[in-house]
């Protein structure tokens, strides 16, 4: 068996010690990182989700109250679709939805659609697209303020036979050599706003009867 001359041990000692410290900040390190990962994960969504609403108008955590929900025919794709559900003092206000336009010009156009739960859109954007730059990318915020025109609308207001583009007739604003793009768009909020008007109230009753979850 081999021995460790006396003087030797301090040194292989301070080696291991030396070990164990960088290998606990390492794992310390790695913890807070991921802490700020998450931090920084959940603020960016909590903006993006107060672009369609007032976060006055809710009370819940609304991370914590995601749901999936399947209608191909109303939210657009076939695949699960996310829903964020906004309460205050425990009863219904909202619904998020993202919702896609699946004929877009050029592929699917990812929507966040916040509806209330008596049917009126809190807002609108748009979270990807790959429509014509200069023409079909109007639908962003950023580019103008054409997406703001679902703001206060419902499917009463205008009336459901009005929620087409101004091209076809309806309420409303086309988009200048874009009217694929709009069109589609509004189908799909008309569409989110029917999906609420049928299932809203099965989709509120996935939620406790309290949730008591304040937002950070």
Known sequence: MATIEPGKRPVLLLITLTALIAGSLITLSDELSRERIAANQRARLLATLHEVIDPALYDNDLEASRRFVTSPDLLGTSEPVEVFLATANGEAVAALFSTVAPRGYNGPINLLVGVTIDGTITGVRV????????????????KSDWIEGFSATSLDAPALADWRVTKDGGYFDSITGATVTPRVIVEAVRNTLIYVRDYGEELFDDLPAAEGDVRE
């Open 127 to 142: 979270a990807r697209h790959r429509e014509t730059p200069g023409l079909g990318d109007a639908i962003e915020i950023g």
